[in-house]
């Protein structure tokens, strides 16, 4: 069994940061590839970041530059930093996780999510 647990949203104006954390527990030795997606209302899920144990990372083309993934193995946490938000950064935020190879390939766990809302 694994667990993951989202933190760090919240409601935050056009312009401003958010750190998102991702907390795995649990059967967590095989947990190689952690990532963020995302869903706004009325639209599908879609992929934000993932990076793999080694440190290989992918992010979404759309976020590059304002978005940032890291991630602790020490203490089995990812991290997305959030800068220059957008009105159209609103979701929910999904960690993801699992043994896949790739950091853009979807694992078997989610987190609960964690709502992020950025006002105009």
């Known amino acids: 069994q694994v667990q993951l647990v989202e933190s760090g949203g919240g409601l935050v104006q056009a312009g401003g940061s958010l750190r998102l954390s991702c907390v795995a527990s649990?059967?967590?030795?095989?947990?190689?590839?952690m990532a963020w997606y995302r869903q706004a209302p009325g639209k599908q899920r879609e992929f934000v970041a993932g990076?793999?144990?080694?440190?290989?990372?992918a992010m979404e083309d759309s976020m590059k530059g304002r978005f940032t993934i890291a991630r602790d193995n020490f203490v089995n946490t990812v991290y997305l930093q959030m800068n220059s938000l957008k009105p159209e950064d609103t979701a929910v935020y999904y960690c993801?996780?699992?043994?896949?190879?790739?950091?853009?390939?979807?694992?078997?766990?989610w987190g609960q999510g964690t709502q992020v809302t950025v006002s105009s």
């Open positions: 990076i793999t144990r080694d440190g290989s990372e």
């Open positions: 993801n996780g699992g043994t896949t190879r790739a950091p853009r390939v979807l694992g078997a766990y």
């Open positions: 649990g059967s967590i030795f095989s947990l190689n590839t």
